[in-house]
């Protein structure tokens, strides 16, 4: 086997994965911590990674409370609402309350806010988003963190966190790969933030074939931010809560602004509109909730999975009246240029002028993350001021294992954040690790040798196995001694998809479904040894193979655990048809042991702390 150089690196605060909530901690940590040394980590190039990569048109998490137009308050209740009364209202409340600051932030360092001409105030989308100029937002974030850490490793995949010899709930690090040189890396770090971002691609997307990798959330978000901390023993919540998007067919691209800003609206194939027609049977799956406003996302996406089932689809948005007014033909278009500039060029191909013709609308592929109108992710520790006691167990942030935090799509129960109130979170996090370093954490940890090797040689085994199986075939991607990530990729999205609730199951699953993609998930978990690379690119994607199974596993369980349907939209347990406040107005948990490979699951009670 080709011995690999290994680079060791102290730190004292290790951020893992640089995009909007590692750029925020990356930020914050230095502010508190003048003298320590802030570590960023990233598997691309913090100037062009993670779900903002390639710009964003609105800034949806936005108070605006020096013009009295939000309070926190308000938005706790907002997002509550949409997901169905389960959230962690501290942790909302907590993002709320700073986010304003953070965005003044952005824009002090360059990022063009639109204004309204009017007021003067910034220009609103809808009752949260404020618009931006944004094609240019992540660079602007990134050259923040860049000025304020120690050293940024960029194409760094990191892999496995390590744990304290002595302390065995406190994290010590981690350890990953260049993929670009496949160099080693081992991090000891006295804190570890993880905010490696959400997870597409564990649900058969729509796009195969000719359109794979075309997803709505990031391709590239292959589920670290859950992976790391549950092999570290963190528990994580609320990982049943995936989301499904209704956006434009084949491009994914947002309906926000065309809705928000462009008064835009839906109806069915045959010009009606028609969510009032399923109001009723609504309210008979979820009580009150439909006649909540705004209504909650997912009871839309219901309604109009339900108007295609009925056989009234396609659902087209009305753009053909808004597209009259040029200013708001302008707006149309530049939302998709400084966002999702695929939209236009499936439009053009497509010989769609939203001008002309009302564009159809899908649902996507379920996604998980934190940071949306989702919350799935690690269950952590509230703000000392406003959480309640069950939720606090020492800093801010910090999930169940010691010395170990997160931001962004990575932390769980708190929906809502977006790009703002993830760099926000990030902050949170680093203050928080920063007095966690200062207080407890000051000795550096200890990291045993023989685990690092141990790692090492799991890291680069999928190399060794293509080096080695290559030559027992001739031609061709099939061997019978390895698997491609590829192929395990392919399967890992057919199993979720057909047991536990993807789109060719209309999001419908049971519990014989989900035992048995259990199981499957299983047999796939044990074939993960034969995976084969044949280069760099393919290990990092073995790796991402990898935390893609090991998140998905959490969310089967955690799916076969609620026994009701809560999301109707997201989606639904055949078998328990109706939510069910009584028994499920909770939070779900589940802990893995990596030794055993068992889960413990259990439930945590939800506590509105806002009226
Ligand atoms: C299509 C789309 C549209 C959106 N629209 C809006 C909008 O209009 N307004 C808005 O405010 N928000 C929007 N969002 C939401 C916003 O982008 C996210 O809330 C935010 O980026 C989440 O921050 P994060 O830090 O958790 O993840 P990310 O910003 O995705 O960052 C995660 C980082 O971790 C890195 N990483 C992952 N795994 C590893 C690993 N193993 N090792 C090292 N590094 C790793 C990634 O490369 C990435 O840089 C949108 C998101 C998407 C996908």
Request: hydrophobic letters at 35%.
């Amino acid at each position: 086997m080709r011995r690999r150089k290994t680079v060791s690196m102290d730190a004292d605060i290790l951020v893992i994965g640089g995009g909007m909530g590692g750029c925020g901690a990356t930020y914050e940590s230095r502010y508190w911590g003048r003298d320590l040394k802030i570590v960023c980590v990233e598997k691309a190039n913090i100037e062009r990674s993670g779900a903002v990569a390639q710009g964003l048109y609105a800034i949806n998490c936005y108070m605006g409370m020096h013009w009295n137009e939000n309070q926190p308050e308000d938005h706790v209740r907002y997002a509550r609402n949409d997901l169905m009364g389960l959230v962690r209202e501290d942790l909302g409340y907590d993002i709320a309350r700073h986010v304003d600051a953070t965005v003044h932030k952005f824009e002090e360092w360059g990022l063009p806010i639109m204004r309204d001409p009017e007021t003067g105030r910034y220009q609103r989308e809808g009752k949260w988003q404020i618009m931006i100029h944004g094609e240019s937002y992540k660079p602007i974030v990134a050259e923040a963190a860049r000025k304020a850490a120690s050293e940024i490793y960029n194409r760094i995949m990191v892999t496995h966190l390590l744990m304290d010899e002595a302390r065995p709930n406190r994290v010590a690090g981690a350890v990953g790969f260049n993929v670009r040189t496949g160099e080693f890396y081992v991090f000891r770090a006295k804190a570890v933030i993880v905010a490696a971002g959400g997870a597409s691609h564990i649900f058969k997307p729509r796009a195969v074939g000719e359109g794979m990798g075309r997803t709505w959330y990031a391709p590239w978000s292959s589920a670290s931010a859950y992976a790391l901390p549950i092999l570290a023993g963190a528990k994580m919540t609320q990982m049943e809560n995936r989301i499904v998007l209704t956006r434009f067919k084949d491009g994914y691209g947002p309906v926000g602004a065309y809705f928000l800003h462009l008064k835009t609206y839906t109806q069915n194939a045959y010009g009606q509109d028609y969510e009032a027609f399923w109001r009723d049977s609504i309210e008979k799956m979820v009580g009150d909730y439909v006649n909540h406003h705004p209504v909650p996302t997912c009871l839309r996406n219901h309604a109009l999975l339900e108007e295609v089932k009925a056989g009234r689809g396609p659902i087209r948005m009305v753009t053909k009246e808004a597209f009259q007014d040029p200013h708001k033909e302008t707006v149309g278009w530049e939302n998709f240029l400084g966002m999702t500039i695929g939209q236009a060029v499936v439009w053009a191909s497509q010989n769609i002028d939203p001008k002309e013709i009302n564009p159809e609308l899908t649902t996507s592929e379920p996604y998980v993350m934190g940071s949306h109108a989702t919350c799935s992710g690690a269950w952590a520790s509230g703000p000392e001021d406003c959480a309640p006691a069950d939720y606090q167990w020492g800093y801010n942030r910090m999930m169940t294992v010691e010395g170990l935090f997160g931001a962004g799509d990575a932390i769980g129960g708190s929906a809502h954040k977006f790009s703002s109130g993830s760099f926000t979170e990030g902050r949170i996090a680093g203050k928080a690790a920063v007095r966690y370093v200062n207080e407890i954490g000051r000795e550096p940890p200890a990291v045993s040798e023989a685990e690092c090797e141990e790692l090492k040689t799991i890291v680069y085994k999928p190399l060794e196995n293509y080096r080695i199986g290559r030559n027992e075939i001739v031609a061709g991607t099939v061997s019978p001694s390895y698997l491609l990530p590829l192929h395990g990729l392919q399967r890992l999205e057919k199993i979720m998809d057909e047991y536990v609730g993807g789109i060719s199951a209309y999001y419908t699953t049971n519990e014989p479904l989900l035992t048995r993609g259990l199981e499957l998930l299983g047999m796939l978990k044990e074939d993960l040894a034969h995976l084969g690379s044949e280069d760099l690119h393919q290990l990092q994607r073995a790796w991402e193979l990898h935390h893609r199974v090991l998140a998905s596993e959490c969310v089967t369980q955690h799916t076969l655990f609620r026994t009701e349907t809560r999301w109707p939209g997201y989606y639904y347990r055949a078998d328990h048809p109706k939510l069910d406040d009584q028994d499920w107005h909770c939070f779900t948990l589940s802990r893995y042991d990596r030794h055993s490979g068992k889960w413990a699951m259990e439930k945590a009670p939800v506590y509105h702390i806002i009226d």
